[in-house]
């Protein structure tokens, strides 16, 4: 997706987008970089999909890398919040969009370091 950084004073945060129906905002929060997507119909300045990122150039990257279309969420997240997002024609990359968990690692491949995460392997 190709991202358009522009500053909304009165929501404070960036427009950076606008893909199939939903505005895609980014915004700083306390120690990470927030990406948010507001369907058309929510109201102003809530979100129904929210991924954090460590950093602003991670979140930029990322969303470029990213095609709402076909893929669910974008790589490079730490932590999700809101609801769980589907593309529309995700069957197309089903690889790439099995499940994760909150902190954006495959649920079946066990690598989320968190240890009260579904994706969690204890080391030994």
């Known amino acids: 997706m190709e991202a358009n950084p522009e500053y909304l004073p009165d929501l404070e ?49 990322a969303v470029e890398a990213w095609d709402p279309a076909t893929q669910d969420e974008p790589n490079g997240y730490v932590k999700r919040k809101g609801e769980r997002r589907e593309a529309p024609d995700r069957l197309t990359l089903p690889e790439y969009n099995r499940r994760r968990c909150h902190h954006g690692k495959y649920v079946e491949e066990g690598a989320c370091p968190h240890i009260a995460c579904e994706a969690w392997t204890p080391p030994f």
């Open 13 to 61: 945060r960036w427009h950076l987008a606008d893909d199939a129906g939903t505005a895609w905002f980014m915004e700083s929060m306390l120690t990470t970089w927030q990406l948010t997507g507001t369907p058309d119909g929510y109201p102003a300045g809530t979100y129904a999909y929210a991924w954090h990122f460590n950093t602003m150039q991670t979140l930029l990257h």
